[in-house]
């Protein structure tokens, strides 16, 4: 399961998005929203770095939870046109709490670190086909962001995303708020081919950026395939348009009312910490619920 396999095409309460056509350039929509304007500097935080993860590292299949969960091991039953059925949360996953596997050391002091740099042969061949030539934004304006977050296991773990140039110093400077918090995040890094190509499992929770791919419901390109927009814990904020509700399993998590770790509300430090600087939030739209999505342009 994809990580920004909901985010639909944007349905805000301040104004809707009837784009129908691809855009042909990295550039707003006219009937996007306004909002504030995009930084055209980027500049390394003056955080302590991390390297980055080896170029061949595949992400280690996690433990089994304490009740026998192993994530992404049971692959969901699919209608012919490639849906899934409605599916309910398992007993094990209606107050995920799971633990961070590790790919990159975590910050040595407990602090918040972080670094910006350009995409590096290693991070490209680690994004497969999640960017391809004909991608609506060269490599050369994405940037390969190291963070520091909290897990759900309460230790403080080490992230990487990929962002618009544009936009990644605030990006760090919002994770710097959610890590200051302590807003618990379970895992952060790229998405890659294996994500893509993966059959539905419906309990992906990876906090990720850039893919590049049209919006759900539409032929338009997403924000995501521009770096610029940010899915949060899709699993605690899963992305709902009627019976559809992604990721497949988070159906538990469609109850607001029921706050949960990990869940984006109304009014919460990890949600202000976006709109604050001008980011639209899919909890507020309309027709669609995706409180897991943020965007610099709204969609």
């Known amino acids: 399961m994809v990580a920004v396999a909901g985010c639909a095409v944007a349905e805000p309460a301040t104004a809707p998005d009837g784009s129908t056509s691809r ?18 500097t980027v500049r390394t935080p003056s955080a302590t770095p991390v390297p980055e993860a080896p170029p061949d590292t595949v992400p280690p299949s996690p433990p089994p939870t304490a009740t026998g969960w192993l994530l992404g091991s049971r692959a969901l039953p699919q209608n012919p046109d490639g849906s899934v059925p409605p599916q309910e949360t398992p007993p094990e996953l209606r107050d995920r709490r799971l633990p961070t596997v590790d790919l990159l050391p975590p910050p ?25 030539p004909g991608c609506p934004v060269p490599l050369e304006d994405l940037r390969h962001l190291t963070m520091s977050f909290w897990g759900f296991d309460d ?29 618990p995040i379970e895992e952060m890094r790229p998405v890659t081919t294996a994500d893509l190509e993966a059959a539905p499992t419906g309990d992906g929770n990876n906090t990720a950026a850039f893919v590049c791919r049209v919006a759900r419901g539409s032929t338009a390109y997403s924000e995501h395939a521009y770096g610029f927009a940010v899915d949060v814990n899709p699993f605690q904020n899963p992305y709902v348009r009627g019976e559809v509700v992604l990721p497949e399993l988070a159906r538990a998590y469609t109850d607001r009312s029921l706050l949960r770790p990990g869940m984006l509300v109304l009014g ?20 669609v619920q995706d ?5 610099v342009r709204g969609g």
Do not use: C, Y
């Open 23 to 40: 855009p042909s350039a990295p550039a707003a929509t006219t009937d996007s929203p306004a909002t504030t304007p995009i930084p055209s």
């Open 108 to 132: 040595a002091d407990g602090h918040f670190a972080a670094s910006i740099g350009a995409i590096t042969p290693a991070v490209r061949k680690r994004m497969g086909t999640a960017w391809s």
């Open 155 to 183: 230790r403080p773990h080490t992230g990487e995303m990929v962002v618009n140039a544009a936009v990644a110093e605030q990006v760090v400077e919002i994770f710097r708020e959610l890590f200051e918090a302590r807003f």
């Open 268 to 287: 919460a430090q990890a949600v202000t910490a976006f709109t604050r600087r001008g980011w639209e939030w899919g909890g507020t739209w309309r027709t």
């Open 291 to 295: 409180p897991m999505h943020f965007s």
